[in-house]
């Protein structure tokens, strides 16, 4: 919710914050666009009031669907604007995502960012890692380049292999702000 998302930004300080749910950028006004929250929405005209730079957000994750679109009035979406609101980095769609493509390069995003302290070059190397096969699906679980594998949520676990190495499921995410 969003009040327990601000409940928890007042209680203790979080580098990144991931928001893995829905979002749906639409014309007109900026109250049209929204993230999907649990029985709300946290509307674009409200990113401004989430505090993200008391104490500043190092990077905020939207990993939903066309999360970094935007028009005159909001250039670069939810994204734009919440950088424009504070944060120091944002990741971000330019169009609607698959979850298990979304799945797999967040997963194979957070292996890279321990090694990388420049998360747009994380990012890229998440997306070099899916199109050049190392990170796949088979069989309801992840495969990743280190030799590890993560069982799929269930949700997820009952989809053929897609071909990951497609751009569909790698290229729609971007990094925006800060590349540090």
């Known amino acids: 919710t969003i009040d327990n998302l601000k409940q928890q930004r007042s209680s203790d300080y979080y580098q990144i914050i991931h928001l893995a749910t829905h979002a749906d950028f639409k014309e007109g006004a900026i109250s049209n ?30 990993s939903a669907c066309r999360s970094a679109l935007g028009n005159r009035e909001a250039e670069l979406g939810l994204a734009g604007l919440a950088i424009k609101s504070g944060v120091k980095s944002a990741i971000a769609s330019l169009w609607s995502v698959s979850d298990e493509g979304t799945f797999t390069l967040m997963s194979e995003f957070y292996r890279q960012i321990r090694e990388s302290p420049i998360k747009a070059e994380a990012l890229r190397q998440a997306q ?53």
Do not use: C
Request: no cysteine.
């Open 33 to 62: 666009s929204y993230i999907a929250m649990w029985q709300s929405k946290l509307t674009l005209d409200k990113i401004p009031e989430m505090g993200w730079n008391d104490p500043q957000v190092d990077l905020l994750i939207i």
């Open 128 to 180: 070099l890692e899916m199109i050049r096969g190392e990170a796949r699906i088979e069989n309801g679980r992840l495969f990743r380049p280190n030799g590890d594998s993560i069982e799929l949520p269930p949700q997820l676990a009952g989809i053929s292999k897609p071909n990951l190495q497609h751009p569909y499921y790698w290229s729609a995410f971007t990094t925006i702000g800060s590349p540090w």
